[in-house]
């Protein structure tokens, strides 16, 4: 290289002329492009174009000066026509031996000026297709890889708008079809929809960020939630942790067809029913709501000789159908319980065996657990036991059905009021126990098409007497359980530092009273052994009246069919291991429950926040920040509230929407005295 030469740069992508003003060993400085940018480049980076003539009067400065006197309109004549193009590339294919840069020159004309060589090297460096330049060597490509780079270029093209077409989508902020979209596309909106539930920190790639930004959509959850909400890509409604929940996907194919061969077949001969009871003898009937379909549980009243009654409760047997280690079994333990959403339930089984061939129907012959106690006039439990059994439910009640036949004790149909009786007593026997009986209304919202409804449950007589029958279920197979060194999912509370009774009489009574008492007690505890409950009064407690809806109760009629079959039921440390592992699911579950509901009451205080309620401080939860818990009885809810300075338990309240924005997870409720 010497000083004035004309040369061609390489750097990265880039490719620019210029002209050599400064050699010093192997580092050369240049005047880059036509502007003449001076830069040191090692010499790697360098190509000669065309040398200096030695008739050159002095090293030229810049490409514009003698002799190149190159500008940008004879570098874009140079610039080979479309035939000539074709020409050479024939001729090269012909002979395919590298050739050097001038040589391959000539092939476009015979006699080249420096201008030429310059503008085909810049257009060599290009975006074309028909030769690679290799060592200064300039070869012609192949037929076929014309064919696979053409093709490569289309498919970037396609791409490109495909890309252009998906931001433009994101700009504008309408609804979308996901089959409108490139596969690139469709995993960035696959990458979007997990970045919106929480399901990823992968960052997102940068074109992809910078047309949020230009839709303003921030780069966080709640803003991509709301994007794809107006891209008709998110259910405004579809909570973040539910997507990637084991209930999100339903069940599979092969799960519905075993559950539909197991339907087909219902009515046939299974193990163990000879060894049933036939108590269908017994006037069952079972209390729900008017809209429940899977009834797993229901009631009889026994009139003894003597004049004593005994108290059965009956419960659905799901274990005839499904053995442990089935399919579906283990697609129940997966999911741990059945989900009671606003929109409605998802089950642990699927639904055609929950309500039908797994549920107490009236009329039919079905397969139960029957668990029995004759109370004493205490209301402890004198006698007990239970088996499995055939049943036939008179007819199903709904809890306001239940009301009237308890208040008004007709003499056809006496049993419910005895039943309530005998179950008040064993309620004041749990109560003169320590049981805290906090019995209040409880609001929850409902969807209907969509809409946000409140249902509000009272504490009613028969929500009461199907309560304590469940309780006293619980409590006398727990009790048979501990008598026999069962190892079964018991249920216990530690015990808890209560308010002195005389801080509690200046509270008012209700909810006020219970959040008093509620602050202090411990979370429920599960393990394979037994243990007291606080709050229930009992020596030991287990959950086993909703095997249709709950692992943890199937697995407790598992422990009892295999003691009493005299096989060998699972040990402690099994039991307590698929306590272990139900724990997550349960947990989850839990949380999409109460995220559930969250969400919907933000719905419904959304289309309610002009309103005004009535309200009660209950308790501050962050006194220094004036954050309270109220309760607004005419919705039966608990709720963070925002309370004037000084307020008191028991103070009344007028409460109000400050702001409301279900995708942005946000209620704030403000109050004034």
Request: with cysteine; charged share 25%; glycine share 6%.
């Amino acid at each position: 290289m010497h000083r004035g030469d004309l040369i061609g740069v390489r750097d990265g992508n880039r490719h620019q002329l210029g002209v050599v003003t400064d050699v010093q060993d192997r580092r050369i400085t240049v005047a880059l492009g036509l502007h003449g940018k001076r830069q040191v480049l090692p010499l790697r980076q360098i190509q000669l174009v065309w040398s200096l003539p030695a008739t050159a009067a002095s090293p030229p400065e810049r490409l514009s000066q003698m002799p190149w006197g190159l500008d940008a309109a004879s570098l874009q004549a140079s610039a080979p026509a479309p035939r000539d193009l074709a020409t050479a590339w024939q001729l090269l294919q012909a002979d395919p031996a590298p050739l050097p840069l001038k040589d391959w020159v000539c092939l476009f004309s015979p006699a080249p000026e420096p201008s030429q060589v310059a503008g085909l090297w810049l257009w060599l460096q290009g975006d074309q297709l028909w030769f690679d330049e290799r060592n200064g060597q300039i070869v012609a490509r192949s037929a076929a890889d014309l064919h696979r780079l053409r093709r490569q270029r289309r498919r970037l093209r396609l791409q490109q708008a495909e890309q252009v077409s998906w931001h433009q989508h994101i700009l504008g902020r309408k609804p979308l079809a996901v089959d409108e979209l490139g596969p690139h596309q469709q995993d960035e909106l696959q990458l979007l929809l997990m970045w919106a539930s929480g399901e990823t920190d992968t960052p997102l790639p940068e074109p992809l960020q910078q047309a949020l930004r230009r839709a303003g959509c921030h780069c966080e959850p709640q803003a991509i939630r709301q994007l794809l909400v107006d891209l008709n890509q998110w259910d405004p409604h579809q909570l973040p942790a539910w997507r990637q929940s084991v209930w999100a996907h339903g069940f599979s194919a092969e799960l519905e067809a075993h559950a539909a061969d197991l339907l087909a077949r219902v009515d046939q001969p299974w193990p163990g029913d000879e060894g049933r009871r036939d108590r269908s003898s017994l006037h069952c009937v079972t209390i729900d709501d008017e809209d429940t379909q899977d009834v797993d549980d229901g009631l009889s009243l026994e009139r003894l000789d003597g004049g004593s009654e005994r108290l059965w409760i009956h419960v659905a047997d799901p274990g005839r159908l499904i053995p442990a280690g089935d399919p579906l079994d283990l697609e129940a333990r997966r999911r741990a319980s059945s989900l009671y959403l606003a929109r409605g339930i998802e089950p642990m089984f699927p639904w055609q065996l929950s309500c039908s061939a797994l549920s107490l129907r009236a009329g039919h012959r079905c397969a139960a657990w029957s668990i029995w106690a004759e109370l004493d006039s205490d209301g402890a439990v004198a006698a007990s036991g239970l088996e499995r059994t055939w049943i036939r439910p008179a007819y199903r009640l709904s809890y306001g059905d239940a009301d009237e036949l308890i208040e008004l004790a007709p003499p056809e149909e006496p049993d419910l009021a005895d039943i309530h009786r005998l179950l008040q007593r064993r309620r004041q026997w749990r109560q003169a126990r320590g049981a805290l009986l906090l019995d209040q209304p409880e609001g929850r919202i409902r969807c209907r098409n969509d809409q946000s409804q409140l249902e509000v449950s009272e504490p009613t007589s028969g929500r009461l007497l199907v309560a304590e029958a469940m309780i006293l279920a619980g409590a006398v197979v727990a009790a048979f359980g501990a008598a026999q060194g069962l190892a079964l999912p018991y249920r216990s509370q530690l015990p808890a530092p209560l308010p002195p009774s005389s801080a509690l009489q200046q509270l008012p009574p209700g909810p006020v009273r219970h959040a008093a008492l509620k602050q202090g007690l411990g979370r429920g505890l599960s393990q394979a052994t037994p243990g007291p409950h606080f709050s229930l009064g009992l020596e030991s407690y287990v959950q086993a009246t909703s095997p249709i809806r709950r692992y943890g109760d199937l697995l407790v009629q598992r422990q009892l069919a295999a003691l009493l079959a005299g096989q060998e039921p699972l040990d402690h440390q099994a039991v307590q291991q698929q306590l272990s592992d139900l724990s997550e699911p349960l947990r989850q579950g839990n949380q999409i429950s109460r995220d559930d509901q969250r969400h919907w009451r933000q719905v419904w205080f959304a289309a309610h926040r002009s309103e005004q309620w009535h309200g009660l401080l209950l308790r501050w939860l962050r006194e220094s920040d004036q954050l309270g818990l109220i309760w607004i009885e005419a919705l039966a809810m608990e709720l963070p509230c925002h309370c004037p300075a000084g307020s008191q338990p028991g103070d009344a309240l007028e409460v109000r929407v400050h702001r409301v924005d279900p995708l942005q997870d946000c209620l704030q409720l403000r109050a004034q005295r």
